[in-house]
């Protein structure tokens, strides 16, 4: 990890020679500069957390996935035709969410602390490297994996559906959509977990990190509720927290794409923008947090 650092920290070669031409770069193009190192240092650490999760043997249970997905739909053979390629769609979307999750919420959690506990953090922050640009990297490590594991997931559902095809079902590339909605809410549920471990221990951050799981789901049922209560603050505790929590309802499109249907652009457009909102406000806090927090 500190050699990947030290070499994504190096600075940009300039030749010798001409103080000319080194004055005008350096004038002109020093923010790109410091933009292009800092980007290769996120993009290190990104690279080591992929490494270190995959030798967490994190990636091995697609191997597991794939295969009961395709014992699945042979013992489904024996079902209706109307019933089969949906029980496939139902399955395979609900086993990627929540494996997704488990991954987000198990590993999230600990992308900060064992940096910590290994007493590696203190050799990666005595090079140039930022403690938001260390978070951000570790970020977009675990969604580069998570992505990884939604890719192959989704072409297990898809084999699986392609061997039970029947000429009167959707097309395959029809459950895709579904796919990167759960994509995105993983990645919302990513920069969750890593919130909560830039403060908190790893037990209470996924705990907490599930809880918002969960209540994510019923986010609607929130302001419902807040709605009906009879006393003032109460309707204000309950409205806050359906605006500060992430509606992950948006993202629950399992039910209609197991019976064929696909998210309109709006609802797709709309809801991978306010995920790339929720995941900024996330790692901001995240950053903000970290910068205050004390390691001795």
Same mark, same amino acid.
């Given at each position: 990890?500190?050699?990947?650092?030290?070499?994504?920290?190096?600075?940009?070669?300039? =030749?010798?020679?001409?103080?000319?031409? /080194?004055?005008?770069? %350096?004038?002109?193009?020093? %923010?790109?500069? +410091?933009?292009?190192?800092?980007?290769? *240092?996120?993009?290190?650490?990104?690279?080591?957390?992929?490494?270190?999760?995959? +030798?967490?043997?994190?990636?091995? @249970?697609?191997?597991?996935?794939?295969?009961?997905?395709?014992?699945?739909?042979?013992?489904?053979?024996?079902?209706?035709?109307?019933?089969?390629?949906?029980?496939?769609?139902?399955?395979?979307?609900?086993?990627?969410?929540?494996?997704?999750?488990?991954?987000?919420?198990?590993? $999230?959690?600990?992308?900060?602390?064992?940096?910590?506990?290994? *007493?590696?953090?203190?050799?990666?922050?005595?090079?140039?490297? $930022? *403690?938001?640009?260390?978070?951000? $990297?570790?970020?977009?490590?675990?969604?580069? =994996?998570?992505?990884?594991?939604?890719?192959?997931?989704?072409?297990?559902?898809?084999?699986?559906?392609?061997?039970?095809? +029947?000429?009167?079902?959707?097309?395959?590339?029809?459950?895709?959509?579904? &796919?990167?909605?759960?994509?995105?809410? !993983?990645?919302?549920?990513?920069?969750?977990?890593?919130?909560? #471990?830039?403060?908190?221990?790893?037990?209470?951050?996924?705990?907490? =990190?599930?809880?918002?799981?969960?209540?994510? %789901?019923?986010?609607?049922?929130?302001?419902?509720?807040?709605?009906?209560?009879?006393?003032? #603050?109460? /309707?204000?505790?309950?409205?806050?927290?359906?605006?500060?929590?992430?509606?992950?309802? @948006?993202?629950?499109?399992?039910?209609?794409?197991?019976?064929?249907?696909?998210?309109?652009?709006?609802?797709?457009?709309?809801? !991978?923008?306010?995920?790339?909102?929720? &995941?900024?406000?996330?790692?901001?806090?995240? =950053?903000?947090?970290?910068? /205050? +927090?004390?390691?001795?």
């Amino acid at each position: 990890m500190a050699k990947e650092i030290k070499e994504a920290t190096q600075e940009f070669p300039l =030749t010798k020679g001409n103080h000319n031409q /080194r004055a005008a770069i %350096h004038a002109t193009d020093s %923010h790109a500069l +410091r933009r292009g190192t800092m980007l290769r *240092r996120i993009a290190a650490i990104a690279r080591n957390a992929f490494r270190e999760a995959v +030798r967490d043997r994190v990636l091995y @249970n697609l191997v597991l996935f794939v295969l009961l997905l395709i014992v699945g739909a042979i013992f489904l053979g024996e079902l209706s035709d109307d019933q089969q390629s949906k029980i496939i769609k139902d399955m395979g979307l609900s086993a990627m969410l929540l494996f997704g999750a488990f991954i987000s919420i198990f590993v $999230g959690v600990s992308l900060v602390y064992k940096e910590i506990e290994r *007493r590696t953090i203190y050799a990666i922050f005595s090079k140039p490297v $930022g *403690r938001g640009e260390f978070l951000v $990297g570790k970020y977009f490590g675990l969604c580069l =994996t998570l992505l990884v594991n939604v890719i192959v997931m989704g072409i297990g559902v898809s084999l699986a559906l392609l061997f039970v095809k +029947r000429p009167l079902d959707p097309p395959i590339i029809n459950i895709w959509p579904a &796919i990167l909605l759960i994509y995105a809410e !993983l990645m919302i549920l990513t920069a969750v977990a890593l919130l909560f #471990s830039s403060f908190s221990s790893p037990a209470l951050s996924a705990l907490l =990190t599930f809880f918002i799981f969960i209540i994510g %789901h019923f986010s609607a049922d929130l302001k419902t509720f807040a709605a009906s209560m009879g006393t003032t #603050s109460a /309707r204000y505790l309950f409205g806050a927290l359906f605006y500060l929590l992430p509606n992950l309802a @948006n993202y629950s499109y399992i039910t209609p794409a197991a019976h064929g249907q696909t998210p309109p652009l709006a609802l797709l457009f709309a809801s !991978l923008g306010y995920a790339i909102v929720y &995941i900024a406000v996330l790692l901001a806090a995240a =950053t903000l947090i970290f910068n /205050r +927090r004390n390691f001795k």
